[in-house]
């Protein structure tokens, strides 16, 4: 989308994206459109449309807060994506220094769109605004402020930021106090559970599901989440822990605005799209320990090597994933329907592998690596662990090794809530009308592979989400880029929304 400073076409053209994203291959494009309607989504738009924004004036330049939704919006993403535990790349883990250094910027822009803050003991964020009726329920909008390991600047930090945005539009122009319900901003402290291999620590604590024993989880270091928080300045116990946990009847609802993640969105043409539901998500870690010796002395047929075990271990959950059907279709407990979604929606990654003692002469004692496996057929999900855990006993027995499973995450599918997901749609597609004029598609509906805040919320209160696109999907890495103008589009989203609550 190229907006110019008076006439402007906003293009929202399939055939145009090879020219915006260049590296955006038509392989690409037809794979994205397979994925795009297997994952349920709606189909995706069947042409592309432009549209032209009328020449500027005071009015129309004020209807689209141009200056407060895009070009400041923009401008605090770019600060924020500065704001780093490392030199050379965007790193921002629970509770880091870094972590602290965001909170204080969005804190400082949050007061600065009218809102009252607090940071609460698990390093959560919260800007409110009580409207002109503090004791209805509240409608909670919010997303993550912690990052991967060498990130992207819109992941998690678009949502907070288009939240604020959009209050500030209120604030200026004196409207916090028609809003007919109070609107609380969260900015969380970890929902990547980088540091502590544990996702959704700031939401779940916010939502009541997160265990008191999440307490003693250790990182890398040794230190525990308790260690971490102390060391902030804050005393957790077990009481205050469970007192984050909002009351089900003082909420109304939970948005959340987030980049896609993934190319459906910029293959349909469109800066905007509604979210249909979440995937369920396991993390597991699988330890494997065999028989540590010399490089040049252990015969090979006397060698208990952990790391050839990990290797047919991992070779094996990728057959497993890429063909379910070949592992489980004779398993009783996965109906047709469960094999189906399996097939098209599964996916399953090792991420993360470690030997000791790590040396190449050495042939390691240990070796521990993760599996991340996502679909959203919860029933299937389980199947998929059960066969994966037979797998691995099968393989760790004949290399006759030890091998131990432990799961670490867990979260079920989620699907969002009708009425709020049917509110982001009209809001999205006003927003959109505003900045293009009439639009002769809808906007697209689509499931979410990643996870997200609004599955830890999701216990609390119903949920919603709204997409925006990014450059060829990319994400959780510095190629990750969102247009100027779909920020723009994400911030007049917001305030559209927000305006049904006046």
């Not at 076409?9 to 309607?37: A, D, E, G, M």
């Not at 998500?281 to 699988?286: F, N």
């Not at 597609?429 to 830890?456: F, R, Y």
Request: charged share 20%; aromatic share 8%.
């Amino acid at each position: 989308m190229a907006i110019a400073s008076a006439s402007t076409t906003v293009f929202f053209i399939k055939n145009h994206q090879r020219h915006h994203y260049p590296y955006y291959s038509s392989f690409s494009i037809l794979f994205s459109y397979l994925i795009f309607l297997l994952l349920f989504s709606s189909p995706p738009t069947a042409y592309a449309f432009t549209g032209d924004v009328a020449e500027d004036s005071n009015n129309r330049r004020a209807d689209l807060f141009v200056q407060i939704l895009k070009d400041e919006a923009v401008g605090r993403l770019n600060e924020l994506g500065k704001v780093s535990d490392a030199a050379r790349y965007l790193e921002r883990t629970f509770l880091s220094p870094a972590s602290i250094k965001a909170r204080f910027l969005l804190q400082k822009w949050m007061e600065d769109a009218g809102l009252r803050t607090w940071v609460d003991c698990m390093g959560n964020l919260h800007g409110r605004t009580e409207g002109r009726n503090a004791s209805a329920e509240a409608l909670l909008i919010g997303s993550h402020l912690d990052t991967v390991v060498d990130a992207g600047k819109f992941d998690g930090a678009l949502g907070i930021i288009s939240a604020i945005s959009a209050l500030k539009v209120f604030y200026m122009n004196g409207k916090l106090e028609e809003l007919k319900r109070p609107i609380e901003v969260i900015a969380f402290s970890d929902e990547e559970g980088v540091r502590f291999q544990s996702t959704f620590l700031g939401s779940a604590a916010i939502a009541g599901i997160l265990p008191v024993s999440s307490l003693e989880i250790s990182d890398k270091s040794g230190m525990t989440i308790k260690d971490v928080i102390t060391e902030s300045g804050v005393q957790i116990t077990e009481e205050n822990l469970l007192q984050l946990k909002y009351d089900r009847k003082s909420v109304w609802g939970y948005v959340e605005v987030h980049i896609e993640q993934g190319p459906v969105l910029e293959w349909s043409g469109f800066p905007l799209g509604v979210v249909r539901g979440i995937a369920g998500q396991t993390r597991l870690k699988v330890t494997v320990r065999g028989s540590q010796g010399h490089a040049g002395t252990v015969p090979m047929p006397l060698r208990q090597d952990p790391m050839a075990a990990s290797a047919e271990l991992i070779v094996q959950l990728e057959k497993l994933c890429k063909q379910p059907e070949s592992y489980l279709s004779f398993d009783g407990h996965c109906s047709d329907s469960t094999l189906k979604s399996l097939s098209t929606s599964l996916v399953c990654t090792v991420g993360e592998i470690s030997t000791w003692p790590s040396a190449s002469n050495v042939i390691p004692g240990q070796v521990t690596f993760t599996v991340d496996l996502r679909t959203i057929d919860d029933i299937g999900r389980e199947a998929v662990i059960y066969e994966f855990s037979n797998q691995v006993h099968k393989i760790c027995s004949s290399r006759s090794v030890l091998c131990n499973i432990e799961r670490k995450h867990d979260a079920n599918a989620v699907i969002s809530d009708s009425e709020l997901s049917s509110q982001l749609k009209s809001a999205a597609s006003a927003a959109l009308k505003k900045m293009v004029g009439e639009i002769q598609e809808e906007v697209p509906v689509l499931m979410s592979g990643a996870g997200h805040d609004a599955m830890a919320m999701s216990y609390l209160t119903k949920v919603g989400m709204l997409f925006v696109r990014c450059r060829g999907g990319a994400s959780h890495s510095p190629s990750e880029h969102v247009l100027e103008d779909d920020v723009w589009a994400a911030g007049l989203a917001v305030l559209e929304f927000l305006e049904n609550h006046l």
